[in-house]
């Protein structure tokens, strides 16, 4: 059986890691973005899944960081966090406070970074329709393609 202080050990060691995972994501999430706006879509078949196997690894430690909260007795949330925080030793919390907040804030660039990619390719496939539909309507009206 794991203890308890082993647990809060194996929950910063992930938070540490969650970060640099973070950081990477958001280069990834930047070379998206710059691979969208050059539309080269070889490059995105490349990058993608790296992307992705990324995501899947941050979505599984923080599904196991929720287990561990829950195991030391708080909820698996911001707020279970928070709590746990308050109830350690004062030479404990500020190191733990530093490393939570930084990955929140890696996680808000992050979402932010996603959000531009997002838009940038809902506008380059909202030019795409149009020009598709502007060619379908020649090819009713004119039969041939212009």
Same mark, same amino acid.
């Given at each position: 059986?794991? !203890? &308890?202080? $082993?647990r809060l050990q194996i929950l910063v060691r992930e938070i540490r890691q969650d970060i640099e995972d973070y950081k990477q994501l958001r !280069?990834? =999430?930047r070379h998206q973005r710059e691979l969208l706006q050059r539309r080269d879509s070889q490059a995105l078949e490349q990058h993608n899944p790296r992307q992705n196997a990324l995501c899947q690894t941050l979505a599984r430690r923080a599904k196991r960081r929720g287990e561990i909260l829950e195991s030391l007795g708080v !909820?698996? +949330?911001?707020?279970?966090? +928070?709590?746990?925080i308050k109830a350690l030793a004062a030479q404990s919390q500020k190191p733990l406070l530093a490393l939570w907040q930084q990955l929140g804030s890696l996680? &808000? $660039?992050?979402? =932010? $970074?996603n959000e531009v990619n997002g &838009? =940038? =390719?809902a506008n380059q496939k909202a030019l795409l329709d149009r020009v598709l539909n502007v060619e379908q309507a020649n090819q009713l009206d004119y039969g041939q393609p212009a």
């Open positions: 059986m794991v !203890s &308890k202080r $082993e !280069s990834l =999430l !909820s698996a +949330d911001n707020g279970g966090m +928070d709590r746990l996680v &808000k $660039e992050c979402q =932010l $970074e &838009k =940038l =390719l």
